[in-house]
C-alpha cells in the first residue's frame, strides 16, 4: 500500500535530473510513494506505469525509457530475485524519515548495492539516521591511530555517472580499484568538479578516437595522470567564431 513521502524543495533544483524527462521524474515520485519503508520498490513497467500515471495513456517503452534514465543517473539500482525485478532507492534513508517502519515486504538488494541495509537499518521508535551515501570504509587515522570514515562524503557514484553521460560508457562505481583511486585523489584535495573537469577535457580529446580506450578510471584517476589531465585546458573549436563566419562558411 502507498505510503506519504517527504519530496523536499532541492528535489526539483536537481541537475541530474534534469537530464530526465518530466514523465521520468515523476515517475521517479511514484516509486518514493509506492517502495517500501526500506527503499525497494518493485520492478515491473506495467505494474510502475499503473501506479504512476492510472489516468494516461502512456506507452510502455516510455516508462522503460524513463527507467534506464533514472538508473543511468544512478537514482535508483536494479537487482532481482528469483527471477523477478526490484529497485533500490539510493539515498533512502538520507530523504526519508520512517518511524514505526513496516516489516520487509520486498526482497532486500545484495551487500553490494547497500550493505548498511538491514532489518535495524531504521529505528522502530525514531527517525531515520542521516548516514553517508555511499558504504563506509574504515583506515586508520596515522596520527591517532583511531579509525578514520574516509568515504563519507566521497561522491562515487557521482563521479562515475558523470564519466559514463560524458563517455558513452557504464563503469561501476562499486569496483575496488576505482573506489581506491577515487578516495586517494578526494584525501589529496580533488573535488566533483575536478573529476568533472577532467572527464570533460579528456571526453573531448579522445572521445571516437584511438585513444577512446583510456577513457576508464584507471586511466584518468591515476595521481599524475589526474593532476596533468585536471591542469589541461579544454580544447577550442577548430570552427570560427559563430559572430565571424561568412555566408560561404554557413554553406560548405
Known sequence: MARSRMIRPEFFD??????????????????????????????????????????????????????????????????????ETYFYIRNWDKYQTVNRPSKLRNPKPPADISSRLTEHSVSTHAPLTDETETETE?????????????????????????????????????????????????KEGATFEDFEYIHRVKCAQWAGTDQDKFLRPETLYRPHHFESYRNERMPTSQEPPRETRTLKDLLS
Open 14 to 83: 536537481d541537475e541530474k535530473l534534469s537530464e530526465c524527462s518530466v514523465s521520468a521524474r515523476l515517475l521517479f515520485i511514484s516509486m518514493w510513494v509506492n517502495s517500501d519503508d526500506y527503499g525497494v520498490v518493485k520492478g515491473s513497467p506495467r505494474w510502475l506505469k499503473a501506479q504512476a500515471f492510472p489516468y494516461d495513456e502512456i506507452p510502455i517503452s516510455v516508462v522503460e525509457a524513463d527507467l534506464t534514465s533514472l538508473q543511468r543517473i544512478q537514482c535508483i539500482i536494479p537487482y532481482t530475485h528469483n527471477g
Open 138 to 186: 574504515t583506515e586508520k587515522n596515522p596520527l591517532s591511530g583511531k579509525p578514520d570514515r574516509v568515504d563519507e562524503k566521497v561522491p562515487f557514484f557521482e563521479i562515475i555517472a558523470d564519466l559514463n553521460r560524458q563517455s558513452g560508457k557504464n563503469f561501476r562505481a562499486s569496483t575496488r580499484a576505482t573506489r581506491e583511486m577515487i578516495r586517494a585523489r578526494w
